[in-house]
């Protein structure tokens, strides 16, 4: 965070934002971009089944990149404090706890996964057609797990450590690594799913890399130090990550509940039309994440300041940045899905192909939704109200969306699947208003007492 957060009031407060909120939208769109491209090349070069194998390994990925959200977030939100509160040493011994945790905790991931490789390809609900492509693809993304975790926990913290651009140059070096390997891999070896995983797993190796050069360089000022273990640190961090961690993993959670109910009551062919929708959904999803993480240090940072004022207006900030981008993104969903679905399924099935622009468009009325509940959970959580914030992540990432789709089953059959998403993220918004009202009535008491303790 550093000096890029002292900026007084004389300082443009909506630069600043979107200084912090376009890296952290460029990170994880490019996160998101990893699956989705992965996709889109091997159902062009594979085929159809290779793009249901590709989706139905995704709430895997989900789940590692969830791990990494769940310390990055927290850890930034806990070391930003530390930094407004003028303390670095603190905040380095954070820093480096948090990243030798989570080398150590993603290597006995990265064993016990290929340890249960074949159990783990059921459960994610492989069918006879595609288990050897979806075992394939896993077993050489699991490889690459440590880079996956530990680069995306460095892409967050290089921005509070004040260096936000190198977030964004970080991201395009691993984003145009990944398109061009998987061009070569898939396209012109024709290693299939295993190519894909592999473009996928270099990509990250790079952004790994570059991302740690600066942290060991004379510019960061979150040096890797000695440290001692303070697990009263690690559950504060675990638990304001929580939130964003639910967030995440709701995205694998959903896709899997989906997978099983789609392969039940509609088929396989719609597996893949459902394979479509989730990849844009992810993307979707990480646009209202991104906003939601570089509203984060900020909120963060002037809450340890107590200047409640400018966290208002960051959060006025981020709602209206949050509703312009769910309207652009609707329209775009609307108007462009002829052109976004044949990025992945081809005309010549064309009964496929409109039943998948159909469920599409209904789909993607939960896009004008689902930021608003994103933004506030990440919001709630960057001032430590992890329970409110959970709340929100938790029940729209599961308790909610479970209920939703089995009713949604239930009354309308199989049809139902598609619009269980905007039942679930339309009750969830009630939710989140209704939390977000408290906090900032908490905020006016306490700022209320701080002037009334000035006067005297």
Same mark, same amino acid.
């Given at each position: ?20 909120? $376009? #890296?952290?939208?460029?990170?994880? =769109? !490019? ?16 085929? #159809? ?7 139905? %390994? ?17 850890? +930034?939100?806990?070391?930003?404090? @530390? ?12 820093? +480096? ?7 150590? $905790? ?47 926990? &460095?892409? !967050? ?8 651009? &190198? ?23 024709? =290693? ?63 896709? &899997? ?17 459902? +394979? ?39 959060? @006025? ?7 312009? +981008? %769910? ?6 969903? $609307? ?26 468009? &209904? ?10 509940? !994103? ?35 239930? %009354? ?5 699947? =598609? ?17 977000? @009202?408290?906090?900032? @009535? ?15």
């Amino acid at each position: 965070m550093s000096n890029t957060l002292l900026m007084g009031k004389n300082t443009d407060l909506k630069k600043q934002f979107f200084k912090y909120v $376009i #890296p952290s939208v460029a990170s994880m =769109w !490019v996160s998101a971009l990893y699956v989705m491209v992965d996709a889109m090349f091997v159902s062009k070069g594979v085929g #159809p089944n290779a793009l249901a194998a590709v989706n139905i %390994a995704m709430p895997y990925t989900n789940l590692i990149f969830g791990l990494s959200v769940l310390f990055s977030v927290g850890a +930034s939100t806990v070391i930003s404090m @530390k930094l407004g509160e003028k303390d670095s040493t603190k905040a380095k011994k954070y820093f +480096s706890m948090t990243i030798f945790s989570l080398t150590i $905790i993603s290597l006995f991931i990265c064993i016990m996964s290929l340890l249960f490789l074949d159990k783990i390809v059921l459960f994610l609900g492989a069918t006879d057609s595609i288990f050897e492509m979806v075992k394939s693809y896993l077993k050489i993304i699991i490889l690459f797990i440590v880079f996956y975790i530990v680069s995306y926990a &460095l892409e !967050v913290l290089i921005k509070t450590d004040g260096h936000p651009h &190198l977030s964004t140059i970080g991201v395009i070096i691993s984003a145009l690594t990944n398109i061009v390997l998987d061009y070569v891999f898939v396209i012109k070896f024709n =290693w299939g799913v295993e190519g894909a995983a592999f473009a996928t797993g270099l990509a990250r190796v790079f952004s790994f890399v570059f991302f740690l050069t600066h942290f060991l360089s004379k510019k960061s000022q979150l040096k890797f130090c000695k440290f001692k273990f303070e697990f009263k640190i690690l559950k504060r961090i675990v638990s304001i990550g929580f939130s964003d961690c639910a967030t995440e993993l709701s995205i694998g959670i959903v896709i &899997l509940l989906f997978n099983q109910f789609i392969i039940k009551y509609l088929g396989e062919g719609a597996l893949i039309s459902y +394979s479509v929708i989730s990849y844009v959904n992810t993307l979707v999803l990480s646009t209202m994440l991104g906003i939601s993480q570089g509203l984060q240090p900020l909120s963060s940072y002037y809450y340890g300041t107590r200047d409640f004022d400018t966290i208002k207006r960051l959060l @006025k900030l981020s709602l209206k940045c949050t509703l312009i +981008s %769910a309207i652009v993104i609707f329209l775009i969903c $609307i108007f462009l899905t002829d052109f976004i679905v044949l990025m992945f399924i081809d005309k010549s099935d064309m009964a496929l192909f409109e039943y998948t622009v159909s469920k599409f468009r &209904l789909f993607s009325i939960s896009f004008l939704i689902l930021g608003f509940n !994103v933004v506030v959970s990440g919001f709630l959580s960057s001032l430590e109200r992890t329970f409110d914030a959970c709340k929100i992540s938790l029940g729209r990432g599961l308790f909610v969306i479970c209920i939703s789709l089995v009713v949604s089953v239930i %009354a309308f059959g199989g049809n139902g699947i =598609w619009f269980s998403t905007i039942i679930s993220e339309s009750i969830v918004l009630i939710l989140s208003i209704l939390m977000l @009202k408290k906090c900032l @009535k908490g905020m006016d008491y306490e700022e209320g007492y701080k002037l009334e303790a000035q006067t005297v």
